[in-house]
């Protein structure tokens, strides 16, 4: 049977099955069509996978929804994050937008509601079950300079036991097959796995992260007639003094500034400067190559960063076409431009009349596709572009 309901307008509506599969050959043959996604229950979602995209961007794309990233070209052009989307419960009628005629297929399946959950919060807490059956996997994302402190309690039936009930004893488990909860957890190239059978004693452990970034799998698979099991997690940060200093929570020490990387919302770059400024002071500095080194890691590692992620920094040629000045007033001594590809001009590029005068860090630059650079290189750009932005304020001691 096949996954696909045809009605009118343009649109086609996946059916509500476990596993489908959705491609351009299904589309009408017309332009600006919609796919419509069944409406996941709120114990599960729709994850759905682009395996295969051929479109111009210059005639047409697909969104997976409203204020997501548009995705054109070709598949290996797109940033691997960006290739998937989880529909939840909370979306309304949820829909894949189709601009143009892109060529393109696409799986959708049935996941439960925990599945690929990021969690950015300064600290907070979750609770996996009780329940026989289900798979979770969270990730916990702090900002560049943050441990992760996690508290982990694990346990059979109902979710109230004593603290005095608690065993802290937890060995990794390496067995192949798991009958009960196994949980696994990753910290960077660090790896731990537990297996918690139904009978065990409520156990729990505490962990620091090596880096600002953990995630955990959960996949519990006990038998129907055995008692349900649980997992409680919390969490809160604990700062690198020597990478933070004494800055705020979400910033970093950079000389004599306290940086931060800001992704709420994308602003043109006078607009950013003005946010940077009702922070306490302006848009980035970036005075040598230690500098840098330091925006590169809180960039990196910003929560949910892709690598087509674009910032605006302080610099601006505005004022003379060429003489380079930072928005804070300090001296323009060191610069990080991208040396061009070998038929492409290297940065800055700006002849003076197309209007290229405010500078944007990133780590791709057309018409090469991925891998991306490992360092955010500098580029001159229209200053009404919207981009992320990397704000700076003095470091107080």
């Given amino acids: 049977m096949t996954a696909i309901i045809f009605v009118p307008d343009c649109a086609i509506r996946l059916r509500n099955v476990r596993v489908g599969r959705v491609h351009s050959g299904h589309v009408p043959r017309t332009h600006g069509c919609r796919v419509l996604v069944p409406t996941p229950g709120p114990r599960s979602a729709v994850l759905i996978e682009l395996h295969k995209l051929n479109v111009p961007c210059s005639t047409g794309f697909i969104r997976f929804a409203p204020n997501t990233p548009i995705l054109c070209g070709k598949l290996d052009q797109i940033p691997l994050p960006n290739r998937k989307f989880l529909y939840t419960s909370s979306f309304k009628n949820p829909a894949i937008e189709l601009h143009g005629r892109p060529t393109f297929a696409a799986v959708y399946r049935l996941v439960d509601h925990c599945h690929d959950v990021l969690l950015t919060g300064r600290n907070g807490s979750f609770e996996v079950g009780p329940t026989v059956k289900l798979s979770c996997s969270y990730e916990i994302h702090l900002p560049y300079g943050n441990r992760v402190a996690l508290r982990l309690q694990m346990g059979t039936g109902p979710m109230d036991a004593k603290e005095n009930d608690v065993s802290n004893i937890i060995h990794e488990d390496g067995q192949a097959l798991c009958r009960g909860m196994e949980l696994s957890l990753e910290d960077g190239d660090s ?28 996949s519990i698979t006990a038998k129907k007639d055995t008692s ?40 043109a770059w006078r607009q950013a400067e003005a946010e940077c400024v009702r922070l306490g002071g302006h848009l980035a500095s970036v005075l040598n190559e230690r500098q840098q080194q330091i925006m590169d890691q809180l960039l990196i590692h910003a929560p949910g960063a ?37 038929k492409n001009s290297g940065q800055p590029n700006d002849d003076g009349t197309s209007g290229q005068d405010c500078v944007e860090a990133r780590r791709e630059f057309p018409p090469r596709p991925p891998p991306a650079a490992t360092t955010f290189m500098w580029n001159d750009r229209g200053c009404r572009e919207h981009n992320y932005f990397v704000c700076e304020k003095p470091s107080v001691e």
């Fill in 191 to 218: 790896k731990w796995k537990h297996c918690s059978q139904p009978g065990d004693p409520l156990r729990s452990v505490q962990i620091v992260s090596e880096g600002n970034l953990v995630r955990l799998n959960i």
């Fill in 228 to 267: 349900a099991m649980w997992l409680k997690v919390w969490w809160m940060d604990k700062a690198v003094e020597s990478i933070v200093g004494h800055c705020d929570y979400g910033w970093v020490l950079s000389g004599d500034f306290c940086i931060s990387a800001v992704r709420e919302a994308k602003k």
């Fill in 306 to 342: 892709g690598v087509d992620d674009v910032y605006w920094i302080g610099a601006t040629d505005a004022v003379h076409e060429g003489e380079f000045r930072w928005s804070d007033g300090l001296p323009f001594s060191y610069a990080h431009w991208f040396p061009g590809w070998r």
